[in-house]
């Protein structure tokens, strides 16, 4: 066992973290009837239940027995959670836990994307996104994704430049758009036009479909095995994300556009990649568009993908070729590795080559943010 002492410490880039909205901050930046239909979290202890608020609708789901630490006004902020909405005490806590520069997400801010009204909805992003962004001004480790308003694409480009303007460096999608019109669609050009044309990041984290009255939007177990198969589910939508754009000729267009998957794994790459090219080569005559390169180019070069407790995804880098991936911590949700990052990391990496380690914890991160200072020792 590792006593993880400095000269022990292994540093590690997070491609998947998180800031908390603060339980005030639709009422502060937006009026009244707007920031009632707002995301927010109702949360009943006793039964375990946390009931999501968002434009007149409301959706239950169980709770861990973690979440008693959430505050007495249950608006979700426990202490971790407070300090991580505190620069310079999150700031401690990843020096603490070896965690250098890191990809922010939102957190409540994800059920956006179940909003229907296309004013609300982009009155909420420019409200999340000018909060974040001064966050991020506090330090050059920060690295916040702004979110987009899908509900039109008109929409969404305009505010993908405003953040460009305001200086992120990266920008989140669900990872099914909340319209008729899938990631295939024509319609959606623009985006992509613009995310290569402004050098932000596409990032899509797992979990982030739509809901519906009927609840997620896409298969839902329950019964006995219902949570892992739910948590399991989760991971599928980024992966069908990048499918999509690899599928309809995205990154044929837009060559200079990069997407990275957040805390859905890493192992998956190389799999999507073989069956991509396997549909592609044995059914060629219903193939359309018709590509440049064989899928799985695209996807070993366009697409990154961080995971957290994964035992294989090192050797989806190491032994199946895939250099994009990245390490991340969830900082500061509950299942995180707060606490025990560096025993995370030493039982992930202790018998990787050195190469290896390095490119998954600290070089994939910087390739796809070069401004962030180096980390420690590096």
Known sequence: MHDHLDDDKIWANSGDSHLVEPADLWRTALSPELADRMPRSE???ERGIETIFVDGQSFERRIPKAFSLRDHEGNGLGERVGRGNDPVLRLEDLD???IWAELIYPSIGFWMSSIHDPELLAAGCR?????AIEFQAHSSRFVCTATLPLLTVE???A???RAADLGYRAAYCSVAPPTAEDWTDPVWEPL???LEETGLVLGYH???EPHDAAGFHGNYYRGPGGAILNYMETTYGGQRAVAKMIASGVFDRYPGLRVIVSEGGATWGPFVADRLDEAYRQHASAVRPTLSRLPSEYLYEHVYASFQHDRSAPAANWAMGWRNVCWGSDYPHLEGTFGHTQKTLHE????VDPATRRRITIETFEELFPHVPAAPGT
């Open 96 to 98: 603490s836990e070896g």
């Open 348 to 351: 992930l990496f202790d018998d």
């Open 127 to 131: 409200a999340i996104n000018d909060w």
């Open 159 to 161: 505010e993908l430049e």
């Open 155 to 157: 929409t969404a480009v």
């Open 43 to 45: 949360f009943d202890l």
């Open 192 to 194: 992509w036009a613009t």
């Open 206 to 208: 797992i979990g982030t």
